[in-house]
């Protein structure tokens, strides 16, 4: 009957419910255990303090902290192809064209992303104490693209049409695709932007240290804003999957006993 139908739909829903309600949990639990861990980092800024405890160990370095630095280039700069007076240490410029395809099954247009092209560019950058002078401690960042978390900031977005000519038109006719349009981002980790950096550091000579990936496989991390905002994006994770978790405990736990009353009802009708 539609009734029992609606039962074993019940029954089935809680299940993948409570087990997705599972699921969130374990992840929310894994988040907690992460940022508990990331507290447990000491956090530095470039500065004497750091410079001093650096000097203090054996081996003239800190396997693995937390440091929070503007970001200064050490010589040249990188400028912006697009936009006058933007400057940085790293860029990324990303050309990728738009096509449309015909598919005779479905008979519709499609559209599709080819023809991507990316340029990186880096320069040899350093995170210093904010307003620190010239004489103030530095920390060369080592190998910043194999860190993880590194969103740099989209400076420049254009969409523009590609004019159709006849080899178009003849390209359409024998493949059924052409490009329309072509996109071009540009993105760049900018001068004075705050960062927050995980990973180990090494007193290099004098008052300059080192950024560099961690020899213990810890994770070597840049993240492009202050320490702060870095715990809390991760406090946003947590209650995110803690979130999730409640709702789904709660929608799995009121189908269940709808399914299981409606059940017993059915059973206590038939006799």
Wanted: charged share 20%; proline share 5%; hydrophobic share 35%.
């Amino acid at each position: 009957t539609m009734s029992n139908i609606l039962i074993d739909w019940s029954t089935l829903c809680a299940g993948s419910t409570l087990a997705f309600s599972g699921l969130f949990y374990y992840l929310y639990q894994q988040e907690k255990t992460k940022i508990k861990k990331l507290k447990a980092v000491p956090k530095f800024e470039p500065g004497e303090t750091l410079l001093k405890v650096v000097r203090a160990t054996p081996y003239k370095r800190l396997q693995y902290v937390a440091v929070e630095g503007v970001v200064q280039p050490e010589g040249d700069l990188l400028t912006s192809q697009y936009v006058p007076g933007c400057t940085g240490v790293m860029q990324k410029v990303i050309v990728q064209e738009h096509w449309r395809e015909w598919d005779s099954v479905a008979r519709l247009w499609r559209n599709r992303s080819m023809n991507q092209q990316e340029t990186n560019n880096t320069v040899p950058f350093s995170l210093v104490a904010p307003g620190a002078g010239a004489g103030g401690v530095a920390i060369k960042v080592r190998e910043p693209r194999e860190a993880k978390g590194l969103h740099m900031e989209q400076v420049y977005k254009r969409r523009r049409c590609i004019p159709q000519g006849v080899a178009d038109f003849a390209l359409l006719g024998l493949t059924g695709a052409q490009p329309v349009e072509q996109e071009v981002r540009e993105e760049m980790l900018r001068v004075g932007t705050e960062m927050t950096a995980l990973g180990e550091v090494v007193l290099e000579g004098g008052r300059m240290l080192r950024l560099q990936p961690p020899q213990d496989r810890q994770q070597y991390l840049l993240y492009p804003n202050n320490y702060k905002s870095f715990l809390q994006m991760h406090h946003n994770v947590a209650n995110m999957w803690k979130w999730l978790g409640g709702f789904c405990g709660i929608t799995g736990t009121s189908l269940l006993t709808w399914a299981v009353c409606s059940r017993l009802g059915d059973t206590r009708r038939g006799r």
